[in-house]
């Protein structure tokens, strides 16, 4: 047992390590992409940290969903952030099973390039969006009455850049519409739909995308507009933007890993090079090797060519006969 399970993770070692072999030179390439990805994702949080300062508590809007779901109170209000953590993480690690698996589909570094691109153009409308209009948040903590409903004013500027991570981030108030949880689920589960292999995976993504949407409102974290906003918006984003985004390769055709462009080392271009080597092919099997001057046909006969008919008559004729 302990040879078997050494063997395996061996064979794991070297799968990870081809792997990164064949992702680094994507890394150098796309590394600057990736950091502006990640940097504004700490730009969009200082964001709602800012909008927090200027919340107003006040009577909660009249809601449909909140009129059509019974509240999970505070007590059953970790089920939402639950389920988000779940589809988080489900997706993080999907992302990295080319480095185990042997079937791949694509890699890693470019579909994170992807990903970040759709969450950051759908966040900068998100920042505008909730700070052209503050409405009174329905969570608890933003509720009249709380005492972090409403931020006091900051004492220095590094209180605001901190952003009080995780805690600022979590019990923020005044970032409504849209639903940032939102995003995040629907560019992972756009993403899985599109790149993905599994046909039930993808239907759970699904099921699983519609259930969050309904416990952000059952947990009061967000009015049912919040969450409307965000399925149209959101998916808008990402069909928009993936038009805009060069299409990956696909590994599982054996695609080089860096996609060509319309010109290879001698200058030719691809498209007419194929052309040539595809007519080179089909003269060689039709027996003409690419002479453009040849037109004799050279069609077999009983597996013998007519030279060699000829021959043979030749042969049995006479000497002297006609």
């Not at 509240?71 to 988080?88: A, H, M, P, R």
């Not at 570094?109 to 969450?119: E, G, H, M, N, Q």
């Not at 995308?209 to 990402?238: E, F, G, P």
């Not at 690419?290 to 069609?299: A, E, F, I, L, S």
């Amino acid at each position: 047992m302990t040879i078997y399970l050494a063997r395996e993770a061996s064979k794991v070692w070297r799968k990870v390590c081809a792997e990164t072999t064949t992702e680094l030179p994507l890394l150098r390439e796309k590394w600057p992409l990736l950091l502006a990805g990640i940097v504004f994702q700490y730009i969009h949080g200082l964001a709602a940290r800012g909008v927090h300062y200027l919340h107003r508590p006040g009577p909660l809007l009249q809601d449909l969903g909140f009129m059509a779901l019974p509240e999970l109170g505070q007590d059953k209000n970790y089920l939402s952030e639950c389920t988000f953590v779940f589809i988080f993480f489900s997706f993080f690690l999907w992302t990295f099973h080319p480095f185990i698996y042997h079937s791949k589909r694509f890699y890693t570094i470019l579909i994170w390039r992807r990903v970040l691109a759709f969450l950051v153009a759908s966040q900068v409308l998100r920042i505008i969006t909730f700070y052209s209009t503050q409405l009174p948040g329905p969570n608890y903590h933003c509720r009249e009455g709380s005492n972090m409903a409403t931020l006091p004013p900051p004492n220095n500027v590094l209180e605001v850049l901190l952003i009080n991570f995780p805690r600022g981030v979590n019990l923020g108030c005044g970032d409504l519409i849209f639903s940032s949880h939102m995003i995040f689920t629907l560019v992972f589960v756009r993403t899985y739909h599109k790149y993905g292999s599994k046909r039930f995976i993808k239907l759970l993504a699904w099921v699983m995308a519609i259930v969050q949407s309904l416990l952000i409102i059952a947990a009061r974290k967000h009015y049912t507009v919040d969450v409307v906003v965000a399925w149209y918006a959101v998916n808008l984003v990402v069909f928009f933007v993936d038009t805009k985004l060069p299409e990956m390769p696909d590994r599982t055709n054996g695609s080089p890993l860096i996609p060509l462009s319309n010109k290879d080392k001698d200058g030719r271009p691809k498209d007419e090079k194929d052309v040539r080597l595809k007519d080179e092919f089909h003269k060689l099997l039709n027996g003409n090797h690419g002479d453009p001057t040849d037109r004799r046909q050279r069609v077999q006969m009983n597996g013998r060519h007519p030279e060699e008919d000829m021959s043979m008559l030749s042969d049995a004729t006479p000497n002297g006969g006609t």
